[in-house]
């Protein structure tokens, strides 16, 4: 079964930049659809950006122009290059991976659309 385990997290100020990355093991990452979610205390876990097997990338509103998600099929790694970093970017950041290589036709991907999960990475950002 694939593992996902995420890295980078830490704390900045507004206006840094920070990459996550997700190690993808005991699969390839180029057979998933590989997205980000972020989620805070109390709310659901928000998409934030997918890209699929044949690196189309979609983002939510919230992030477009500011987050750059890329994989690296060779070293089985997905990456979220986070840049202009707000206060409300603050979250734990999960890897996820769909089973396929196609990503949801939904605008809004839901979590139940990802079947595999890393243990999350804290972001936290000051103002």
């Known amino acids: 079964q694939v593992q996902l385990v995420e890295s980078g997290g830490g704390s900045a100020q507004a206006g840094a930049s920070l990459r996550l990355s997700c190690e993808v093991s005991?699969?390839?990452?180029?057979?998933?659809?590989m997205g980000w979610f972020r989620q805070t205390p109390g709310n659901e876990r928000e998409w934030v950006a997918e890209?699929?097997?044949?690196?189309?990338?979609r983002y939510a509103d919230s992030v477009k122009g500011r987050f750059a998600i890329s994989k690296d099929n060779a070293k089985d790694t997905l990456y979220l290059q986070m840049n202009g970093l707000k206060p409300e970017d603050t979250s734990i950041y999960y890897c996820a991976a769909r089973a396929g290589g196609y990503c949801s036709s939904r605008d809004q991907p839901y979590p139940g659309d990802f079947g595999f999960w890393g243990q999350g990475t804290q972001v936290t950002i000051s103002s």
């Open positions: 890209i699929d097997s044949h690196d189309t990338t």
């Open positions: 005991r699969a390839s990452v180029s057979w998933y659809c």
